[in-house]
Nanobody
Framework: QVHLVESGGDLVQAGGSLTLSCTAS????????MAWHRQAPGKERELVAA???????VYADSVKGRFTVSGNNAKDTLALQMNSLKPEDTAVYYC???????????WGQGTQVTVSS
């Protein structure tokens, strides 16, 4: 089992920056990828950025050029550097770890990011 804990959520003004962190504990050797997702009030959860165990990164179009995902190739840490934040980035941000060979999909409890205009 993999346990994920997010931190770094905060209230920030539009145009500001914030860094989210996710720490994974447990047996992470089978991780295929780790990712950040977000869910705004009244909206579905959406993928923000992902990092695979092979070092490949994926970003949602809405955050390309503003957000950067990093970590030790999806093993046990994942960070999300968020720059030029917009009010529409306001959401609960969730860390996620998936494994295709070991068939699991774990989620953290989420951290709130609020961007004021």
């Amino acid at each position: 089992q993999v346990h994920l804990v997010e931190s770094g959520g905060d209230l920030v003004q539009a145009g500001g920056s914030l860094t989210l962190s996710c720490t994974a504990s447990g047996d992470t050797t089978c991780n295929s990828a780790m990712a950040w997702h977000r869910q705004a009030p009244g909206k579905e959860r959406e993928l923000v950025a992902a990092l695979t165990s092979g070092g490949v990164t994926v970003y949602a179009d809405s955050v390309k050029g503003r957000f950067t995902v990093s970590g030790n190739n999806a093993k046990d840490t994942l960070a999300l550097q968020m720059n030029s934040l917009k009010p529409e980035d306001t959401a609960v941000y969730y860390c996620n770890a998936v494994s295709y060979p070991c068939e699991y999909d774990y989620w953290g409890q989420g951290t709130q990011v609020t961007v004021s205009s």
